[in-house]
């Protein structure tokens, strides 16, 4: 090697040496503002219950607020475009989920950016599981006269969802094609909206997550006739899973997780993990998801993206085989 060449990976070598001291010395103050959580749905509905929990916990762990900002539309799109422009630095973070993560890449003809490219997974939040609910007014008891009566009005039958993409919407959507039923689909922007509507007897079902719908099945609102989980809800011992009223094997919950720009520096990823994996672990979040019966997530970035990739593999299977287009 000639000298020119030795001092060239010489000046290489320090280049790097001094991006990485920076990146741990930056990680190390970390975080030294506010930092926003953005949710892609409106409020009132699971992810909005979950980042909230956590962003509570995260502001006394962190020693910094952590704010819930609500960004709905665009089956996630808006928010996640934006999220994806921001300044790497930790301060502004997004809730992923099953929607924007693993769904709208197959199901959008012309999904804007690939999430994989553009996000690095942190860690997962909770995994909920989705609770098919009618009104009681709507004359069913179970999922075998829901699917009775679906198919002797056609599509007279209509069910709400959080918005086009969200996890209500994938949910009835592969239920619908398992049953071979066809809903009309209204979708909303947010649960909180189409819950209000639901409750009016504007739209007659829904498959949600369980936070969003609990109290109301509770007092009677509404009511639950199956779960989307592979087991039964602690909560609604009595309501059968949709794999044991005769879908074998069928099996759906909303997940949701912690993502950042993707190149926000690996230092402050794993910092972030570890406060919001502690955060995961008090009991004001364990207490409050185990009222809904939820599954805190925790664990290292690692972890999460191992997730995502099975749930992306999954749903891209479902969507081929379902035709689920999301406009």
């Not at 044991?244 to 759906?252: I, R, V």
Request: glycine share 8%; net charge positive.
């Amino acid at each position: 090697m000639n000298p020119f060449n030795k001092t060239a990976v010489r000046i290489a070598a320090a280049f790097v040496s001094v991006t990485c001291l920076a990146a741990t010395l930056h990680a190390q103050t970390w975080p030294t503002k506010s930092i926003r959580f953005v949710v892609p749905f409106a409020p009132g509905g699971t992810s909005e219950i979950v980042a909230r929990s956590v962003a509570q916990e995260l502001s006394t762990i962190l020693g910094q607020t952590v704010f819930v900002e609500n960004k709905p539309g665009g089956a996630g799109i808006i928010a996640m475009q934006e999220v994806m422009k921001a300044d790497p630095d930790g301060h502004t973070i997004i809730m992923g989920h099953v929607g924007t993560m693993a769904v709208n890449p197959y199901a959008m003809p012309k999904h804007p950016y690939d999430v994989n490219k553009e996000f690095a997974p942190v860690i997962l939040l909770a995994r909920v599981p989705s609770i098919i609910a009618v009104t009681p007014e709507t004359p069913v008891k179970n999922l075998k006269e829901f699917v009775a009566l679906a198919k002797a009005k056609k599509d007279a039958m209509v069910y709400g969802s959080a918005g086009n993409g969200s996890s209500g919407h994938l949910a009835m959507e592969y239920f619908m094609a398992e049953a071979g039923i066809d809903l009309t689909h209204v979708p909303y922007k947010g649960t909180g909206p189409m819950l209000q509507d639901m409750l009016g007897g504007r739209v007659q079902a829904t498959f949600t997550g369980a936070p969003a719908l609990m109290g109301q099945i509770k007092a009677g609102k509404l009511r639950a006739l199956g779960v989307g989980s592979h087991d039964r809800m602690a909560a609604l011992p009595d309501v059968p899973t949709v794999a044991e009223s005769g879908y074998k094997d069928f099996e759906t919950s909303q997940w949701y997780g912690i993502l950042v720009p993707a190149k926000t520096p690996k230092a402050i990823i794993d910092k972030l993990a570890q406060a919001t994996d502690q955060a995961l672990k008090t009991s004001a979040i364990t207490s409050r998801f185990q009222k809904d019966d939820a599954r805190a997530g925790g664990g290292t970035p690692e972890q999460f993206a191992a997730f995502v990739k099975r749930e992306q593999a999954t749903w891209e299977r479902i969507v081929k085989k379902t035709g689920l287009k999301i406009d």
